[in-house]
């Protein structure tokens, strides 16, 4: 298992790191991660020097030192995660493949709260609730076993950070809270197993930790 660390700055940006999780496998999304955390220092950068008088800026000729030095490798890192983004867009974008696993990462859930522990791919499974329910929401690409199988095979370790996302809505989503209740999302799902099965839900080496970083 992976752990990334977030501050209280970055918790600002959660929705920029779930778009980093969009990327189609860990390696590359850590990549992500770390590009944003650098577009992120950019921003405060500017923040902090926005409006500032003369004065403070002679005074300070070290932070604008260092943020020269930094310019370079920032704004590769912001080329690269702006290819992450371009790739999470779009009608058949990575965006709905995310939004389709945290559907069945949901599923998965509540069959874990509900004490029931189905599994995915039986006959009346998580996978097949999920097709019926796309095929009746006219869901694109979320209509045969196959795909939808592809798809949490490859976001599995990731979806817990958008269903807490989910699950706060709007009002508290920058908070800690939200990656605490992240976190234990996260636990659910790899502490638990199908009846059928003696394999948890989810590997905890497939996953990403998220913790606050104070």
Known sequence: METVLISDTQ???IEMFRIALSAPDNRQRLRAISNLKQEVATQVDELIVDG??????SANAEFFRR???EAPARRAAAAEFSQIEREYEGSRGREKKLNIAEHIGMRVLLTIKEGKFEGLQTE???LEQVRHFSQQEKIFGARDH???RKIWGTYRGVVHLGMAMDLFGDSALQSFDMLFLAEQI?????RHSPRSSNKPYVDDREQISFVASQ
């Open 11 to 13: 918790v600002q940006f």
């Open 52 to 57: 500032r008088s003369e004065e403070w800026m």
């Open 67 to 69: 943020s020269m030095l």
């Open 124 to 126: 009346i499974g998580i």
């Open 146 to 148: 196959d795909t939808l």
């Open 186 to 190: 996260r636990m659910e799902l790899s």
